[in-house]
C-alpha cells in the first residue's frame, strides 16, 4: 500500500448540502489527483494539484473545489451537491519527492462512494 | 495521449497463464505503455509498464510488440484473486510530465477454478 487514506469511505447527503472529502497521504508524493469513477465512463480527472497551494483543473471539474495546504493532504469540496455528483471518489498520488527518476506511477486511495439524494 | 484498444472481456481458467492484448497504432516515441488494474470494490492499481523492451516484475510480464503498435500483458499463473478489469494506458513521458491517466473501458478478465 501507497500510504494512502481517503474519508469518509461512505456518505449519504441531500442535493444542496456541501460535501467535502479528505485525501491524506504518508509517503511524501508531490502530485495527487482526484478522480470520479461512473458506469460507462470509466475514471475521469476532476482536479489534481502539482504542490502545495497548486492545483488545475481535469476534465470534470464543474461543481467541485480542491484545496491543498500540505503535502498531505488534498480535499475535494462539492459547494452544493447535486444528484449528478452520485459517484465513487478515487484520490491518486505519484511523484515522491525523494525521487530522482521519473515513474509517474500512480497509488490509487480505496475510493469514497457517495450518494446524493 | 495515444488511444489504446483493449477486448471488452477475457476468461481464464485459474493456474493457467493470460494474456492480455492491447493495441496501441498510434504510439509516439516517447510514450510509455502503462498496466494497471482494478479489483471489485477497490481502487486501481498499478501493475507494470515499459518503453520498447520486455518487462517482468512480481505481478506480471508485458510484452511490447517490436513496432510498438501493440503490447501484450501476461499472467503467467491466474488466481481467482487476479479477476479485475486491465486498463491499458499510453503515458507521454516527454520532459519529465505528470499528469492524469486517461482509462478506458479496459479487459474485464474472469477467472474460473
Known amino acids: 500500500d501507497a500510504g494512502i487514506t481517503q474519508s469518509p469511505r461512505h456518505k449519504v447527503t441531500e442535493t444542496g448540502t456541501p460535501v467535502t472529502l479528505r485525501c491524506h497521504q504518508t509517503?511524501?508524493?508531490?502530485?495527487m489527483y482526484w478522480y470520479r469513477q461512473d458506469p460507462g465512463h470509466g475514471l475521469r480527472l476532476i482536479h489534481y494539484?502539482?504542490?502545495?497551494?497548486?492545483?488545475d483543473k481535469g476534465e470534470v471539474s464543474d461543481g467541485y473545489s480542491v484545496s491543498r495546504s500540505k503535502t498531505e493532504d488534498f480535499l475535494l469540496t462539492l459547494e452544493s451537491a447535486t444528484s449528478s455528483q452520485t459517484s465513487v471518489y478515487f484520490c491518486?498520488?505519484?511523484?515522491?519527492?525523494?525521487?530522482?527518476?521519473?515513474?509517474?506511477?500512480?497509488?490509487f486511495g480505496p475510493g469514497t462512494r457517495l450518494t446524493v439524494l | 495521449d495515444a488511444k489504446t484498444t483493449q477486448p471488452n472481456s477475457m476468461e481464464s481458467n485459474e493456474e493457467e497463464p493470460v494474456h492480455l492484448p492491447c493495441n496501441h497504432s498510434?504510439?509516439?516515441?516517447?510514450?510509455?505503455i502503462h498496466w494497471y488494474r482494478q479489483l471489485p470494490s477497490q481502487g486501481p492499481e498499478y501493475v507494470i509498464h515499459?518503453?520498447?523492451s520486455n518487462v517482468n516484475n512480481r505481478m506480471a510480464s508485458l510484452a511490447i510488440a517490436e513496432d510498438r503498435k501493440s503490447s501484450t500483458l501476461i499472467l503467467h499463473r491466474a488466481t481467482l484473486r487476479d479477476a479485475a478489469v486491465y486498463y491499458c494506458?499510453?503515458?507521454?513521458?516527454?520532459?519529465?510530465?505528470?499528469?492524469?491517466?486517461?482509462f478506458g473501458k479496459g479487459t474485464k478478465l474472469s477467472v474460473k477454478p
Open positions: 494506458i499510453l503515458r507521454d513521458h516527454y520532459g519529465g510530465s505528470q499528469g492524469n491517466l486517461i
Open positions: 498510434t504510439i509516439s516515441g516517447t510514450d510509455y
Open positions: 491518486a498520488i505519484s511523484g515522491r519527492l525523494e525521487d530522482s527518476d521519473f515513474t509517474d506511477t500512480q497509488y
Open positions: 509517503e511524501n508524493h508531490r502530485y
Open positions: 515499459g518503453l520498447t
Open positions: 494539484s502539482y504542490g502545495v497551494k497548486d492545483t
